[in-house]
């Protein structure tokens, strides 16, 4: 076949303006084409001949990554790499197989998410602020957001101004694959709102801004700055364990559910694709319950019984 650098380039541009994959996933799946190319061809990676590659190929290439030191996760991605790349060869008539088809993938205990519990974040929320401090407003804005949306930390940073309504209580957001949504919102998060875009405008000198979120300087937020922003506030808490935005999304179905929201309108909101990854967070629920169950209920407080004979 032709040049396999390009038939490379064409598929990452293939899934990702056809198949709307994440530009954080086309980067994975360069660099894990680009490890089997040097695997397969070491020293002249332009040698790569995907046409010769076997199964066996591949399995050979499973246990060089895990000898590397790679895990069960990351391996298992690796050959979902491979696997998408042949089905777009065998689609253009380069290849008639998929030897990546074959090899069953590594399965793996999902953990429990992580989760804020409500008292946490109610004690964090309510408490006395500067109303003054651009910074000070802008955390606690993006903390409540995070927590009261469920949306994700790359969904804050692209809200644009004009997709947020606090006169309907909603807000438009642009999700993954770019796929668009509306979120409802409480009347507590509209006023926290209008008074955060109030002191935006006198800060940075823009009232009707593209972005939703500004630093003092005009500039938009970046993921890194965002996290250091919610790790930081959860850390007053007390709070353990991992304090991310993500965890924010993470509480906030937890908070959902527990408090009766139907399932599929938790998974609405949040932008899940199907119910199954929304439904992890039933786990969470029932494991609280169970907990609590445990502390309080007498019988289970009682040592355990003794029935042998």
């Not at 040049?3 to 303006?17: G, H, M, P, S, V």
């Not at 994975?28 to 089997?36: A, G, H, I, T």
């Not at 919610?230 to 991992?242: D, Y």
């Not at 439904?279 to 169950?293: D, G, R």
Request: proline share 4%; glycine share 6%.
């Amino acid at each position: 076949m032709g040049d396999i650098n390009k038939t490379i380039e064409a598929f990452l541009q293939y899934i990702r303006y056809e198949l709307n994959l994440s530009a954080c996933t086309v980067l994975s799946y360069r660099n894990d084409l680009r490890q089997l190319q040097d695997f397969l061809s070491p020293g002249d990676a332009a040698a790569f001949n995907p046409e010769s590659v076997t199964t066996d190929d591949l399995r050979a290439w499973m246990v060089h990554l895990n000898e590397a030191g790679d895990g069960s996760r990351t391996i298992r991605r690796k050959i979902q790499a491979a696997r998408a790349f042949y089905r777009f060869l065998m689609k253009r008539g380069v290849v008639a197989a998929n030897p990546a088809a074959e090899i069953e993938l590594a399965k793996f205990k999902v953990p429990l998410p992580s989760y804020i519990r409500p008292e946490t974040m109610d004690e964090l929320l309510n408490a006395p602020f500067n109303t003054g401090d651009y910074q000070t407003m802008l955390n606690r804005t993006v903390v409540m957001m995070l927590y009261e949306t469920g949306m994700r930390r790359a969904e804050l940073i692209d809200l644009r101004d004009a997709d947020v309504d606090t006169s309907r209580c909603e807000m438009k957001v642009h999700g993954k694959r770019d796929k668009q949504r509306i979120i409802p919102f409480g009347q507590e998060l509209a006023e926290a709102i209008t008074a955060y875009r109030e002191l935006r405008g006198k800060v940075t000198g823009s009232f009707r801004p593209e972005r939703f979120f500004l630093r003092a300087g005009g500039e938009p937020l970046y993921p890194s700055m965002v996290y250091r922003m919610v790790h930081r506030s959860l850390e007053e808490t007390g709070a353990a364990g991992k304090l991310s935005p993500h965890v924010l999304r993470h509480s906030f179905a937890s908070a959902m559910l527990n408090n009766g929201a139907e399932l599929n309108s938790v998974k609405e909101i949040m932008g899940h694709e199907s119910l199954a990854a929304t439904q992890v967070y039933t786990h969470i629920t029932f494991s609280e319950l169970k907990s609590n169950y445990k502390l309080a209920h007498p019988r289970a407080l009682k040592k355990e019984v003794n029935y042998g004979s």
